[in-house]
């Protein structure tokens, strides 16, 4: 079951983010305010209370040495003023022994105790002339007592002042938390709203190209401090990332759609154009029926390869259940084999090391032999007849493409590099860094046959398998394809 949000809580979720944020940090200064102007109120009633009582044993010290070898009376009777004692008198323990006066202070039945030595000294509150006061009773000599008392209103008025102004400076301090915490919300999270803003317009126009003006990280300060960014701008700077790699993707959709289409229309064109001729094959001869026939069955083939080559780069990784471990120098001879049935005009000649062949006595490699690597061997392949079919476009009649296989250690393992070099024509300087682009073709390839998706099918099938495949025109003259696969020692 959902938990229900309580109506507190769903109208703190109906204010924005920076009021929340405010309102948060103006709580937690307020319950630390309230809780430290309470500690310190306390702290203030308590002292000058201490010290009003310490003022009363005072007085108490000082009427006793007045009234020494007197016997009980009042000493001071003026209770109603702030004079200080106001009220002082001498209590015996005995009431026969009182003044005929009778006393101005209070003498109740602890008061004798006192005098009689039977109780400690203490104080009380008490109320005379309708003003409040504080009374301290202490024992002076073997049967008497000391009384002094004080008004207490001058502390009591003391406390209340106290109070008010920690009441004061908590307000104070609640409502500058309230505008500090607004306005570094305010300035903290104002990438979060320009994010939210090209977010939404984003949304509203599609247009991927937007961005977040953001400060430029490690850029140095006015005191010579670098700058680093804060946990919005790098929510900012990583949503920027994306929005790059969103606008790429979207540029490389627009850009496959339209070379799809262009590489489709002419073959389609002319698909139509043989059918229309096979429809009305009664006006043509035999030999022209068989031509345009051969011509359809030859387009077809070209539009069926053309669309499963699309669908090959749609591919963003390999499938676990087709992922095993096997011999990649077998796999590669294999295809070089393919290669001198497919091209025999070309001689291809390879050099497969056997460096790894000790690895079969490890009864962990299952009895596989060879240069052992992890991926798809049916992708694999696809991978090296392109390079092959490449080659073999590329070479001159009677050329020579060479094949090589060695294995490389390195600090994160060993390597296993295959190398395709033709003796062909080599690439321009120009076109080295569009060769493995998707339907790119140099203006000297575009009299040859394919679509220009064989490389990028071998870049992109490279990449998924953790390889990488690169290119460079080889010493006197050609180009050299080079493919450096991780190995495994454990198939799966």
């Given at each position: 079951?959902?938990?229900?949000?309580?109506?507190?809580?769903?109208?703190?979720?109906?204010?924005?983010?920076?009021?929340?944020?405010?309102?948060?940090?103006?709580?937690?200064?307020?319950?630390?305010?309230?809780?430290?102007?309470?500690?310190?109120?306390?702290?203030?009633?308590?002292?000058?209370?201490?010290?009003?009582?310490?003022?009363?044993?005072?007085?108490?010290?000082?009427?006793?040495?007045?009234s020494k070898n007197q016997p009980p009376q009042v000493i001071s009777g003026e209770c109603r003023y702030?004079?200080?004692?106001?009220?002082?008198?001498?209590?015996?323990?005995?009431?026969?022994?009182?003044?005929?006066?009778?006393?101005?202070?209070?003498?109740?039945?602890?008061?004798?105790?006192?005098?009689?030595?039977?109780?400690?000294?203490?104080?009380?509150?008490?109320?005379?002339?309708?003003?409040?006061?504080?009374?301290?009773?202490?024992?002076?000599?073997?049967?008497?007592?000391?009384?002094?008392?004080?008004?207490?209103?001058?502390?009591?008025?003391?406390?209340?002042?106290?109070?008010?102004?920690?009441?004061?400076?908590?307000?104070?301090?609640?409502?500058?938390?309230?505008?500090?915490?607004?306005?570094?919300?305010?300035?903290?999270?104002?990438?979060?709203?320009?994010?939210?803003?090209?977010?939404?317009?984003?949304?509203?126009?599609?247009?991927?190209?937007?961005?977040?003006?953001?400060?430029?990280?490690?850029?140095?300060?006015?005191?010579?401090?670098?700058?680093?960014?804060?946990?919005?701008?790098?929510?900012?700077?990583?949503f920027n990332t994306m929005l790059a790699e969103l606008e790429e993707s979207v540029d490389a959709r627009r850009r496959l759609v339209a070379d799809a289409s262009h590489?489709?229309?002419?073959?389609?064109?002319?698909?139509?154009?043989?059918?229309?001729?096979?429809?009305?094959?009664?006006?043509?001869?035999?030999?022209?029926?068989?031509?345009?026939?051969?011509?359809?069955?030859?387009?077809?083939?070209?539009?069926?390869?053309?669309?499963?080559?699309?669908?090959?780069?749609?591919?963003?990784?390999?499938?676990?259940?087709?992922?095993?471990?096997?011999?990649?120098?077998?796999?590669?001879?294999?295809?070089?084999?393919?290669?001198?049935?497919?091209?025999?005009?070309?001689?291809?000649?390879?050099?497969?090391?056997?460096?790894?062949?000790?690895?079969?006595?490890?009864?962990?490699?299952?009895?596989?032999?060879?240069?052992?690597?992890?991926?798809?061997?049916?992708?694999?392949?696809?991978?090296?007849?392109?390079?092959?079919?490449?080659?073999?476009?590329?070479?001159?009649?009677?050329?020579?493409?060479?094949?090589?296989?060695?294995?490389?250690?390195?600090?994160?393992?060993?390597?296993?590099?295959?190398?395709?070099?033709?003796?062909?024509?080599?690439?321009?300087?120009?076109?080295?860094?569009?060769?493995?682009?998707?339907?790119?073709?140099?203006?000297?390839?575009?009299?040859?046959?394919?679509?220009?998706?064989?490389?990028?099918?071998?870049?992109?099938?490279?990449?998924?398998?953790?390889?990488?495949?690169?290119?460079?025109?080889?010493?006197?003259?050609?180009?050299?394809?080079?493919?450096?696969?991780?190995?495994?020692?454990?198939?799966?």
């Open positions: 079951m959902r938990r229900l949000l309580s109506p507190p809580a769903r109208w703190l979720r109906l204010l924005p983010l920076r009021t929340r944020l405010a309102v948060a940090s103006g709580l937690a200064v307020a319950i630390v305010a309230l809780a430290c102007s309470t500690a310190a109120f306390v702290v203030v009633r308590h002292e000058l209370e201490r010290q009003f009582d310490i003022q009363l044993g005072q007085d108490a010290t000082f009427a006793a040495q007045q702030l004079a200080a004692p106001a009220c002082s008198q001498v209590v015996s323990a005995s009431p026969a022994h009182d003044p005929a006066g009778g006393y101005v202070l209070p003498v109740g039945p602890r008061t004798r105790e006192v005098a009689a030595g039977e109780h400690r000294a203490y104080y009380s509150d008490i109320t005379l002339d309708g003003f409040p006061v504080r009374m301290y009773t202490v024992s002076f000599t073997p049967g008497t007592a000391v009384q002094v008392a004080a008004r207490s209103d001058t502390v009591q008025t003391g406390v209340r002042q106290a109070a008010w102004l920690m009441t004061a400076v908590c307000a104070g301090g609640m409502l500058l938390a309230a505008l500090l915490g607004y306005l570094v919300a305010r300035g903290s999270l104002r990438p979060v709203a320009r994010l939210t803003a090209v977010a939404e317009r984003i949304t509203a126009t599609g247009d991927a190209s937007l961005r977040i003006q953001t400060p430029p990280g490690g850029a140095a300060g006015a005191q010579g401090r670098r700058w680093r960014p804060d946990e919005p701008a790098r929510l900012a700077a990583s590489e489709l229309r002419t073959p389609l064109t002319a698909l139509r154009t043989n059918a229309e001729l096979l429809i009305d094959a009664e006006r043509l001869t035999p030999r022209q029926t068989a031509r345009a026939a051969r011509a359809v069955d030859r387009q077809a083939r070209e539009i069926t390869g053309l669309v499963n080559d699309l669908i090959e780069l749609a591919r963003t990784e390999e499938p676990d259940a087709l992922v095993e471990v096997f011999a990649l120098d077998r796999l590669v001879h294999g295809r070089v084999e393919a290669a001198r049935d497919h091209w025999p005009e070309l001689a291809f000649t390879d050099a497969l090391t056997d460096t790894l062949t000790d690895v079969a006595a490890d009864p962990a490699a299952g009895g596989v032999h060879g240069v052992l690597v992890r991926g798809v061997p049916q992708r694999l392949a696809r991978l090296v007849d392109n390079l092959l079919d490449n080659a073999a476009k590329y070479s001159p009649r009677a050329g020579r493409v060479e094949v090589t296989l060695g294995v490389v250690a390195g600090a994160d393992g060993e390597t296993a590099e295959l190398t395709v070099r033709d003796h062909g024509p080599g690439i321009a300087p120009e076109d080295l860094p569009h060769v493995f682009d998707r339907f790119y073709r140099s203006a000297s390839a575009r009299a040859l046959p394919g679509s220009g998706l064989g490389l990028a099918m071998a870049q992109q099938i490279a990449r998924s398998h953790g390889a990488e495949l690169t290119v460079a025109d080889a010493p006197g003259g050609g180009a050299s394809f080079q493919l450096r696969i991780p190995i495994t020692r454990v198939p799966l």
